[in-house]
């Protein structure tokens, strides 16, 4: 069952039949049965979703994880390793004919075919070299004429089904609702729960013939294409308005997105930064109409009822996303001599919201846990001292981080906003409701 979460709080139900059979390949005689499948001349493309960490092969050490580094030496025979299995599959297909085929990783992660070309190369080139795969192996990865790793842009979003969800369901007669947890706290659903909203565009690079995926609403492109459409939803039309949400919810209270879209404050304010402050600068695709885009992000999409987000959820690891959100438009807008930097307005607030955040402190003056991020000791203690109701003024405790090309992707007070965003800090901290306040001022 493929349930659709309308924005109007209705849902929309449709019975799947497409899936023929289902395979585990950490089993063994599922793995015999996929090597025979992906022997077969007819078999065009494999697709992958397992999220950005499942293309790595390395540990925080850097060094190979203990699986990945077995498999490597080992060889194909046997593997252990996700991506060990699929190298293997793919060996399998050289030795059947060097029969063509497309690898379509579909992860929401930038350029994911490359990150799943370097996984499967990484395993062909030791396997050649240690004599464990024929080296002709290593040359047919390579060929993107024989195997191609497409890259694809996909935006949908697909979250734990609500228990409002499972009643609508069993109230029509449908009784597989009860979800199931793993060994890894990762939720399973007996039934596809998404939103109404989908974009997938996919690299049009089909060594074996290209599957008609357009007829069911997928967008083949050239690579360059598939760039734009992914620079557009990250840098301008959808992440940076989830930062500015995320940030300000968590200093307002909320616990759940749709909710703070009720705040028309907050709302004014996620429309200037995105049409007002970034249109004028957006990588447009010309396949995907980047006004259209945002119009979907905040008219249908963030206040859906069925989307249990969380700002606190969407502020995780903020500082390594905000030199992408928000640093690509303010470089942006220095290399264009028709625009003056000095006009951002609201982009400013957001990233000293964000400092405002790390304190942990709400509107309300009450103490919150700040989203986990893997540079929040260093911010936190640079901003240690500084509490509600503190006078400023902070440059010496706020310079060192606006300055940090790290932070922003550029140095904001040589970008002329440094002084602004320091401005903004200091309104933010004044006193309870000062964040209220000045969404309420700027937002206009």
Not at 192 to 205: H, R, S
Not at 251 to 278: A, C, F, R, W
């Amino acid at each position: 069952m493929a349930v659709t979460l309308k924005a109007d709080g209705s849902i929309q139900k449709q019975v799947i039949g497409s899936v023929a059979e289902a395979l585990r390949i950490d089993k063994k005689e599922d793995l015999d049965a996929l090597r025979k499948i992906f022997r077969s001349k007819t078999l065009k493309m494999a697709s992958f979703t397992i999220t950005e960490k499942g293309y790595s092969l390395s540990g925080r050490d850097g060094g190979f994880l203990p699986d990945v580094a077995a498999d490597l030496a080992a060889g194909p025979k046997d593997p252990t390793s996700y991506i060990g299995r699929l190298s293997a599959l793919v060996y399998e297909r050289y030795l059947g004919g060097q029969l063509p085929i497309a690898l379509v990783s579909m992860d929401n992660c930038s350029h994911n075919g490359d990150k799943l070309f370097a996984a499967v190369e990484a395993f062909a080139v030791k396997w050649t070299a240690s004599g464990l795969a024929e080296k002709g192996f290593l040359d047919y990865v390579k060929d993107s004429g024989k195997v191609s790793f497409p890259w694809s842009m996909i935006d949908k979003i697909t979250p734990r089904p609500d228990e409002s969800v499972k009643a609508m369901l069993e109230s029509v007669g449908f009784t597989d609702t009860a979800g199931q947890v793993t060994a890894k706290n990762t939720y399973i659903a007996p039934f596809v729960n998404a939103e109404e909203v989908q974009y997938l565009v996919i690299e049009d690079k089909f060594p074996n013939g290209r599957p008609a995926l357009d007829k069911a609403g997928v967008l083949f492109a050239k690579r360059e294409t598939v760039d734009k459409v992914e620079k557009m939803k990250v840098c301008t039309c959808l992440n940076p308005l989830h930062t500015a949400l995320a940030v300000f919810g968590c200093i307002l209270g909320y616990t759940k997105i749709s909710d703070e879209m009720k705040n028309s404050d907050v709302v004014k304010h996620v429309e200037i930064v995105g049409y007002k402050e970034g249109l004028p600068v957006v990588v447009d695709p010309g396949i995907i109409s980047p006004k259209k885009f945002i119009d979907e992000v905040l008219q249908v999409r963030v206040p859906n009822p069925f989307m249990p987000d969380t700002p606190q959820r969407i502020a995780t690891d903020t500082s390594l996303k905000i030199p992408i959100r928000f640093g690509e438009t303010i470089k942006a807008y220095l290399a264009d001599s028709k625009l003056n930097v000095k006009d951002l307005n609201l982009i400013p607030l957001v990233l000293a919201g964000w400092l405002r955040f790390i304190l942990g402190i709400d509107d309300k003056g009450e103490k919150f846990t700040v989203s986990s991020d893997p540079n929040y000791e260093t911010l936190a203690q640079a901003l240690s001292g500084i509490s509600l109701g503190s006078k400023g003024p902070f440059h010496d405790k706020l310079q060192p981080i606006l300055s940090n090309p790290t932070f922003f992707g550029v140095n904001l007070y040589e970008a002329g906003l440094g002084e602004k965003v320091e401005a903004y800090f200091a309104e933010l901290v004044a006193g309870p409701g000062a964040v209220a306040a000045a969404l309420k001022k700027y937002a206009k």
